[in-house]
């Protein structure tokens, strides 16, 4: 009798369902991701932002290049028309956002409590956004570099003024460009899952990696420390972006590279400990 009882028993109600795989989770946030019109829209911005910028800040050096001094010639930097900063602050904006979006929308919606519901582990429901995150914003970042850079030297060959990439600080400026975008991306998502509204987190998204910069002056060492620690002043190093030499308190390369590393490990963590611990 007994053995008869037991297969219906374990396949009543309460029978334990078991545990989501986090390759699950994986696919789950990947298909959350692109169901987001915002992802789409952001991604052309910077398709459009790292092609557009770079051509035209070669193609302006490349008509201006008979006109400029003997002097100049030898201090053009072909390089910083690759990674033009007012292209890649469009950049930095859309990545950021893209971050913020994919998880305050879904507090927003009230789509969280599904994905709670069905997967009590939160964390590993933020480690899945994570991976899926970052390794989608590498893989953008890494084109959007790649076409800036050969795009821009290849307008600039013409007049013998481009850089290979061999050349010295050129693969390390395409490489911090390539980080730039999962960094800001990451950044967001933390500030996403502190903020929890769409539209609030997006501006403290951009408040922080945008504006924050502007309110640290350079002159006195304790506040250039802080501008060097935010993400793009740490770009802007990495790339030598001429106007940054003025720095009185330059941050060092290594130190640079730090930054970049810190800032998605510490927004991932926070994005796992908030969550973990506040309601939804």
């Not at 070669?58 to 053009?76: K, Q």
Request: contains cysteine; glycine residues 8%; proline residues 6%.
């Amino acid at each position: 009798m007994s053995t008869a009882i037991e297969p219906a028993v374990a396949a009543g109600p309460h029978a334990v369902e078991p545990a989501a795989r986090f390759r699950d989770l994986l696919g789950a946030e990947w298909i959350k991701l692109w169901s987001l019109r915002s992802t789409y829209g952001s991604l052309v911005l910077i398709a459009v932002s790292a092609v557009l910028f770079s051509a035209r800040a070669a193609l302006a050096d490349h008509h201006n290049w008979p006109n400029y001094s003997a002097e100049r010639r030898a201090a053009f930097d072909p390089i910083h028309d690759a990674f033009p900063d007012e292209g890649w602050l469009f950049i930095v904006l859309a990545a950021g956002a893209v971050g913020a979006v994919m998880i305050a929308g879904e507090y927003a919606s009230g789509q969280i409590r599904t994905t709670f519901a069905a997967v009590p582990a939160r964390r590993a429901v933020v480690g899945a956004k994570v991976v899926v995150l970052a390794v989608v914003m590498l893989v953008v970042g890494v084109l959007a570099a790649g076409v800036s850079f050969g795009l821009s030297q290849a307008i600039l060959a013409d007049r013998g003024a481009g850089a290979a990439l061999g050349d010295p600080g050129a693969l390390r400026a395409v490489a911090a460009s390539a980080l730039l975008l999962p960094v800001c991306a990451l950044t967001g998502l933390g500030i996403g899952a502190l903020v929890r509204h769409t539209a609030p987190a997006i501006v403290t998204t951009t408040a922080v990696l945008l504006l924050l910069q502007l309110a640290f002056d350079t002159k006195r060492q304790w506040t250039a420390a802080i501008h060097n620690a935010l993400p793009v002043p740490a770009w802007d190093r990495l790339v030598g972006n001429p106007y940054i030499m003025l720095n009185d308190h330059l941050a060092t390369v290594p130190g640079s590279w730090a930054v970049l590393a810190v800032w998605p490990v510490v927004a991932a963590l926070a994005a796992m400990a908030v969550v973990h611990r506040r309601e939804p």
